[in-house]
């Protein structure tokens, strides 16, 4: 199984996503029901930023690809998108698009 994380891009100008590789690692938190079948951590990738049109966006589009092409099976949510983000129903709805299962939460 391969999964990715998401993360809030302004949030990366203060995060250095330790707490989510931490979670990850140890099979903690959101990233505990891993512990018996530990998958690959595939990406970790930011949101875009705000201003962006999820559904136009070159960026964006290409990042789903890629997921898409590297047999990415499920989205984590960070905390910081599902807290904090103003663009969270847009991220929810392209995830929808692309068709790939999405769980909120990591640390």
């Known amino acids: 199984m391969k999964i990715a994380i ?3 891009r302004q949030a990366s100008d203060v995060c250095t996503g ?3 590789f931490k979670a990850f690692n140890n ?3 959101h990233f505990e029901q891993y512990k018996e079948n530990k998958p690959e951590l595939a990406a970790f990738f930011d949101c875009g930023g705000c201003e962006i049109d ?3 966006d070159p960026g964006m589009i290409e990042k789903m690809d ?3 092409s590297e047999g990415v099976d499920k989205i984590h949510i ?3 998108i599902r807290e904090k983000c103003p663009s969270f129903n847009n991220i929810i ?3 929808d698009r692309y068709e790939i299962p999405y ?3 990591t640390h």
């Open 6 to 8: 998401i993360h809030c």
């Open 18 to 20: 330790a707490s989510c």
């Open 27 to 29: 099979c903690l938190k």
């Open 54 to 56: 999820r559904k136009t």
């Open 66 to 68: 890629r997921l898409k």
């Open 78 to 80: 960070g905390v910081c």
């Open 93 to 95: 709805e392209m995830l």
């Open 103 to 105: 769980e909120f939460g």
